[in-house]
């Protein structure tokens, strides 16, 4: 298992990498699947949209984009996250910020699990498939 955190242009968040670590691979094993390489990379509004429009041709912010490159049941992915749009999804939530950030962390940890949230029923799959991660990390 190899979790990174990383960053670019932007300072890293308040986490705690081994507590998180810990806790995506608590995740993973709850889906069947062992963690291999994945590589957080914490970046602004403006680097995310660079990323989107290069790789997705998409023209809009986003606060995570998942780079999958699983093999098998072993999660391996570049997952991008703007601390931005973190922030900004925090305050029309009404949640923290450290919480809106864990959700995300996650989320991009479930797609690498094959969970979808862009069809019918699916955001609803995902949501449900995040707060039960979530709870898991309070443990």
């Not at 670019?8 to 810990?22: C, F, L, S, T």
């Amino acid at each position: 298992m190899n979790i990174t955190f990383n960053t670019d242009g932007v300072a890293m968040p308040d986490i705690e990498p081994q507590r998180i670590r810990d806790w995506v691979q608590r995740v993973a094993q709850a889906h069947g699947r062992r963690v291999g390489e994945v590589n957080y990379i914490f970046v602004s509004d403006e680097r995310i949209l660079d990323i989107n429009r290069q790789f997705l041709g998409h023209d809009y912010y986003t606060d995570i984009i998942t780079f999958d490159y699983c093999e098998a049941d072993i999660l391996q992915g570049d997952l991008f996250i703007s601390l931005d749009t973190v922030r900004t999804n925090a305050e029309g939530l009404g949640v923290t910020y450290e919480q809106e950030l864990h959700r995300v962390v996650i989320h991009g940890i479930l797609h690498l699990c094959g969970i979808n949230d862009k069809g019918p029923g699916e955001r609803e799959v995902m949501e449900a498939e995040e707060n039960t991660a979530l709870a898991l990390l309070e443990v």
